[in-house]
């Protein structure tokens, strides 16, 4: 509920749910996932996020706000996981089929991490990572760098002479890391519910070629939040 410039943007509400909500289900969708957790914090505004999780029934993990490498390491500990894959909550339009991908090209290697993300030609917005307990257990006991704890994983994949590290690059209609498809401000939000409203339907799954397809047919939508700049590592 912190978010610096978005408060509260997780539980604000896009089609008649709450963005977790869209992010929780979407995710439900891949059948390579054994289960689901929201690791939240322990801090007294992220109750309605663990009051929200158990309105949809989802398992949760509270740990440490600004440590959140530790918040992992502890939700993992907690869950006997041998595998994490990460999803931000401000992504709704994570796609169950790219994720699924990237889990499949970490299974059929001997990858230590695994990710997407625009820097391999996919919209921002459908990151997946997913890293094995014993990488996820060393970068908590050696990562030192207050943005290393911040954002999880950059200790695993700037030390590509520790960990073994494997990228999965966006092909035909999916490559374009020209959009933007993450909620950090206002008008990120605003494309959001403009997609939602033209494509989603009684809790129907709609996927990136319909998002993609949608936009080249009004790139008035697009324009929306094209002006608006990642935050950078550390920032």
Not at 88 to 106: F, G, M, N, Q, W
Request: with cysteine.
């Amino acid at each position: 509920m912190g978010s610096s410039r978005l408060p509260g943007k997780v539980l604000m509400d896009i089609c008649g749910r709450t963005m977790l909500e869209l992010v929780v289900r979407r995710t439900q969708q891949s059948k390579l996932l054994d289960k689901v957790i929201v690791a939240t914090t322990t801090s007294i505004a992220d109750n309605v996020i663990m009051a929200e999780c158990e309105r949809l029934n989802v398992p949760f993990f509270r740990g440490d706000e600004q440590d959140v490498l530790e918040r992992y390491y502890r939700t993992a500990v907690a869950y006997g996981m041998d595998a994490v894959v990460r999803i931000t909550s401000d992504c709704p339009l994570v796609d169950p089929r790219v994720t699924e991908k990237v889990i499949e090209a970490h299974l059929n290697s001997s990858a230590d991490y695994t990710c997407n993300g625009v820097e391999w030609g996919f919209p921002r917005g459908l990151d997946t990572e997913i890293f094995n307990f014993e990488t996820l257990e060393r970068a908590y006991y050696e990562a030192q760098k207050d943005y290393e704890r911040e954002h999880v994983t950059p200790y695993i994949y700037m030390h590509p002479e520790i960990f073994k590290l494997k990228s999965v690059e966006a092909t035909g209609k999916l490559r374009r890391p020209d959009l933007r498809f993450t909620v950090d401000t206002k008008e990120d939000l605003k494309l959001m519910k403009e997609i939602y409203k033209r494509l989603y339907a009684d809790a129907q799954v709609f996927h990136t070629e319909d998002v993609i397809d949608l936009l080249d047919r009004h790139p008035e939508l697009v324009a929306i939040n094209a002006h608006v700049v990642q935050k950078e590592l550390g920032k």
